[in-house]
């Protein structure tokens, strides 16, 4: 965990009228004349062990006709999903994102089915259960979410420390100046959004394409699980006397 604070700055406002913006939701503050202020701006970091790797899986069929590409479709897709069920993956972890059966060309009368799921499993199996899905036909993995059970406990971990940070400097400030730090005027925050792995890989559709049958390397990938974090900025203003 870490943290740092943006420089803060003392506004001694005396005969006319100031505003000040928050950037980031353009919240517009407006200073009266015989107000004296202070504004700081800290941001604080949370990081944490992911609890849960979601996976990102699907296939799709070699082009032809609709109804060969359905009938191939449904037994991939039943075969991945009986797979990972068999791997120990419970029914409530598996979901449906995505399926569709697509034309390929205006004039081709070809097609091909698409499937995707979204699939939760304690981050130490996610190469195995990657290796899993391939072995029976995925081709397809766009990225690994990792997150953790209490993604809201994760936030508030943040946002108090930012806050915490933001009174802090703003009375290291007062000090230094040599003024009394008032009463909180304007206060605002942000949470980062959740930090995504992406393996950006559709090159399991290779394999798909090399013979019938073809199963997916005896070698897994190496997977490293990305550490969760949140960030969280706390701007405040407040009067000092």
Avoid at 93 to 112: A, C, M, N, T, V
């Amino acid at each position: 965990m870490h943290g740092k604070s943006a420089i803060a700055t003392i506004a001694l406002v005396a005969g006319c009228a100031a505003a000040v913006a928050q950037q980031t939701s353009q919240v517009q503050l407006k200073i009266e004349t015989t107000n004296r202020t202070l504004t700081v701006s800290a941001e604080e970091r949370v990081t944490a062990e992911p609890e849960i790797a979601i996976l990102h899986i699907g296939f799709e069929t070699q082009p032809s006709d609709a109804k060969t590409a359905y009938a191939a479709g449904a037994k991939t897709s039943n075969d991945i999903v009986t797979a990972l069920k068999q791997a120990g993956i419970p029914e409530a972890s598996i979901r449906s994102e995505s399926q569709h059966l697509d034309s390929i060309g205006y004039k081709s009368h070809k097609f091909k089915l698409v499937q995707q799921w979204t699939v939760k499993t304690p981050p130490e199996r996610a190469a195995e259960i990657l290796d899993v899905a391939v072995s029976v036909g995925a081709t397809d993995s766009g990225q690994i979410d990792w997150t953790v059970k209490d993604e809201k406990a994760l936030e508030d971990q943040a946002l108090d420390k930012a806050t915490a940070r933001a009174k802090s400097d703003a009375e290291v400030l007062a000090k230094g100046m040599g003024v009394h730090l008032g009463a909180l005027i304007y206060v605002t925050n942000q949470l980062s959004e959740p930090q995504n792995y992406s393996l950006n890989n559709r090159n399991f559709a290779a394999l798909a394409e090399l013979a019938p049958g073809v199963v997916a390397p005896q070698e897994r990938l190496s997977i490293e699980p990305r550490k969760v974090s949140r960030v969280a900025t706390v701007y405040a203003v407040y009067a000092i006397e």
